[in-house]
């Protein structure tokens, strides 16, 4: 999927005062804004069909299930500012079109358009990213909600979310090269609760994805990948080797397994400080719960448990998901 680039693919009319933005030759309502982060807004939008019988957005969707049921999809807005930040989006969307997977989100559409700077005159890129909305929001803020109502995840629902993650992983370090996410954490997971089944747990951001390995031969290259990982890596979920790597080192996917334990420490236990007090799953105790629920907790309850789950290969994590799942029915 190519990036396109010109002014009439996206042109916007009062983007944060609910206009219209077109991405590529199709038009959409902007509804409300979603959330924000750096130089990227992310909005509600609701697809608008001039003519019943044209399919829309849709017919460029090679799987059916992305397809809104009320034309509502998410748009996330990126103000560019100079061109090393252009060639990120460019990579981002690119990476983005590798995986095809339940688990990853998924990139619908795209449009990078030129808007000239009023002030001066010269030009500058926005990109339009258009992904399926999941309104429930991520771990992250599901897990804040809970917390202040004293509410937990419950055993089941740990080892469904983890299997799921595990899974859209899988996919990315399966590829030829494999990929890395390199930013797995609770914010970075999306949520839908769904009636009688466990939640769909998605994982998204592909920004600072890349080919998972990467041979370090100088303290040189050492200090670029640390000084990489500083940037693109969220450093409670950072694993050692990029806070600290040796000169002589074969980096690989292995960084995402240290990131996804952490990730799954954070959901039993704390999602704002690994190894906090806070808990946010019942079996914290070791008396009076599920052998199920005590097993999740010998694998996540050290300060070590990262490298138990790098011991593992990420198909050996699903199926001790699987066990668990069904040594809990």
Not at 262 to 279: E, S
């Amino acid at each position: 999927m190519g990036c396109s680039i010109s002014g009439l693919n996206g042109l916007y009319d009062a983007v944060n005062g609910g206009g219209d933005v077109w991405i590529n030759e199709n038009r959409f309502k902007i509804i409300r804004q979603l959330g924000e982060g750096g130089f990227a807004y992310v909005f509600l939008v609701k697809e608008v069909l001039s003519d019943p019988s044209n399919p829309g957005i849709s017919k460029k969707f090679k799987d059916p299930s992305h397809i809104s049921d009320d034309g509502t999809y998410a748009m996330k807005k990126v103000l560019i500012q100079n061109s090393e930040q252009l060639e990120m989006v460019r990579e981002e969307i690119r990476v983005s079109s590798l995986f095809s997977h339940p688990n990853l989100l998924p990139l619908l559409d795209h449009a990078i358009i030129s808007v000239k700077v009023a002030q001066d005159q010269s030009l500058k890129h926005e990109a339009y990213l258009l992904f399926p909305v999941h309104l429930d929001g991520t771990l992250l803020d599901n897990a804040k909600t809970m917390n202040a109502k004293k509410e937990f995840f419950s055993t089941l629902d740990v080892l469904q979310i983890f299997r799921q993650l595990c899974a859209g992983l899988k996919h990315m370090h399966s590829l030829d090269p494999p990929y890395a996410h390199n930013d797995v954490k609770p914010g970075n997971v999306l949520l839908t609760h769904r009636k009688g089944q466990p939640p769909l747990a998605i994982l998204m951001d592909f920004g600072s994805a890349r080919p998972a390995r990467r041979q370090i031969r100088s303290r040189s290259e050492a200090l670029q990948l640390q000084e990489w990982a500083a940037e693109h890596v969220s450093a409670p979920f950072r694993a050692p080797e990029l806070w600290d790597c040796p000169s002589q080192c074969d980096i690989d996917e292995r960084t995402d397994i240290w990131s996804l334990g952490c990730t799954l420490y954070a959901i039993m236990f704390d999602m704002n400080k690994i190894g906090g007090p806070t808990h946010l799953h019942r079996g914290i105790s070791c008396t009076g719960h599920s052998s199920c629920e005590l097993s999740v907790q010998v694998l996540v309850l050290t300060q070590g448990m990262g490298y138990l789950l790098l011991s593992m290969h990420l198909e050996n994590l699903v199926g001790v998901c699987s066990w668990l799942l069904l040594m809990h029915k």
